[in-house]
């Protein structure tokens, strides 16, 4: 169970052009959640550490942008944590544009050691064309001043990148930019976003329209797979880059780290501003809302008994639930096992498992399949000689980042017998 907390909702402070979730609020009429209340910010914390089975607790903060919750919302969120933590170990992680950093943020970041996760796509001809500010303007300057603050007080900061129609020609200046900025774990995220909305997961449209700031299937592949070659050779064991360990993971029999290749979506549930909680980040629609926190909360103090809730139930009883722990990505994991009969004959399956939902926009004999689907062939194409090394590694145990040092044989096996 994982919780991405959002204490502004929808509110942010810059106006990227292929923002999935800003949308949303204007659409669903849900600006008017402003910042986390006291009593909600209190119900989560006090449930969320008492519930959680592990002795480390992980508080993931997202927005909109997280910061314009202000300071003192966190100074507060944080002071909550020690008081219930009841000897767990409590890490925090934001993920921001980073724009609004400055010394007195970075003075309280470093207290509570929160993680920073820093949004930002390569440099600033390719970053700027989408991600701006309210004024139209490229946000790309302030972000860098706030990463140079980070570095300033020490504070260890992860990238997330967005792959769109701006930067997916340009990987490896992309990467290397990335490596100069000081990132050591990387994200990619792949943009697609559509007319109509894809809202609705039972009901795909016979058409969607992509809109132009997306990335194609195959870019995203060639994308990746080029920074895979460079990582592969020169990075390995140095830089984490999230997929790629996804991959690996998978290989290696301890499942996968990112939910896109999962066989099902796992618990990884928003909290919005005003309490409400959905099965997903993706999924913030009315269909996929689970339950309110403080509803949660008022049954529990009732006595009310914990049952296992999902899909339909959840929505409509939303007062018998008494226990986050009771919560299920139910009607998410339904949709991600209906795959279709190109996934189910496919050789990477294992690897894929259909991909996420949200991008299952194309249709086959009724059922969904990836927008990305000749993208991720492409990446697997190329990871897989190496994939199968490490496994090879690793039974006759030696650590699989060995393979940095046979990436040359590999090559040359590879352009004698071309897959
Ligand atoms: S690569 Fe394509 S066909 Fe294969 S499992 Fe993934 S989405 Fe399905
Ligand atoms: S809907 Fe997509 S992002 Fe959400 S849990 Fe499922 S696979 Fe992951």
Request: hydrophobic share 35%.
């Amino acid at each position: 169970m994982h919780f991405t907390i959002k204490p502004v909702s929808f509110t942010c402070n810059l106006d990227c052009d292929y923002c999935f979730y800003l949308p949303k609020g204007q659409e669903q009429g849900m600006l008017t959640k402003g910042i986390m209340s006291d009593e909600v910010l209190e119900a989560f914390i006090v449930r969320y550490i008492k519930e959680c089975p592990t002795d480390h607790v992980y508080f993931t903060w997202q927005g909109g942008e997280p910061l314009m919750a202000g300071r003192k919302f966190f100074e507060k969120a944080f002071a909550l944590q020690s008081q219930y933590a009841n000897g767990k170990v409590i890490e925090n992680a934001i993920q921001t544009n980073a724009t609004l950093i400055n010394d007195d943020w970075c003075e309280l970041f470093k207290k509570h050691k929160v993680l920073l996760g820093v949004s930002i796509d390569g440099p600033e001809h390719l970053h700027d064309k989408y991600r701006k500010n309210k004024h139209q303007q490229g946000s790309h300057k302030d972000v860098i001043a706030g990463i140079e603050l980070l570095k300033k007080h020490q504070i260890p900061f992860n990238t997330l990148t967005c792959i769109n129609e701006s930067n997916y020609e340009h990987p490896l200046e992309v990467y290397h930019y990335l490596k100069e900025l000081g990132s050591t774990f990387m994200q990619f995220s792949e943009v697609v976003e559509t007319t109509p909305e894809n809202t609705d997961f039972d009901h795909i449209a016979p058409n969607y329209e992509v809109k132009p700031f997306s990335l194609t299937p195959k870019a995203y592949g060639t994308f990746m797979g080029a920074i895979f070659k460079e990582w592969i050779a020169k990075d390995i064991g140095k830089i984490v880059i999230r997929q790629f360990e996804s991959l690996i993971s998978q290989v290696l029999g301890m499942g996968h780290h990112s939910c896109v290749w999962e066989n099902c979506c796992p618990d990884n549930f928003v909290l919005e501003a005003n309490g409400d909680i959905y099965e997903c980040d993706q999924a913030v629609y009315p269909k996929y809302k689970l339950a309110n926190i403080l509803d949660i909360e008022k049954a529990a103090n009732l006595g009310v008994i914990p049952c296992s809730v999902n899909g339909q139930k959840a929505a409509n009883e939303e007062n018998s639930i008494s226990s986050i722990k009771a919560l299920k990505a139910s009607r998410l994991s339904a949709h991600k096992l209906q795959l279709c009969d190109d996934c189910k004959q496919c050789t990477y399956l294992v690897l894929c498992n259909g991909g996420c939902i949200k991008h299952r926009i194309d249709l086959q004999n009724g059922v969904s399949k990836s927008y990305f689907c000749e993208g991720y062939k492409e990446l697997f194409k190329i990871m897989v000689p190496y994939l199968n090394t490490m496994v090879y590694l690793e039974n006759n145990k030696t650590p699989y980042i060995a393979i940095k040092s046979l990436v040359p044989q590999i090559e040359a096996s590879l352009k004698e017998n071309p897959l």
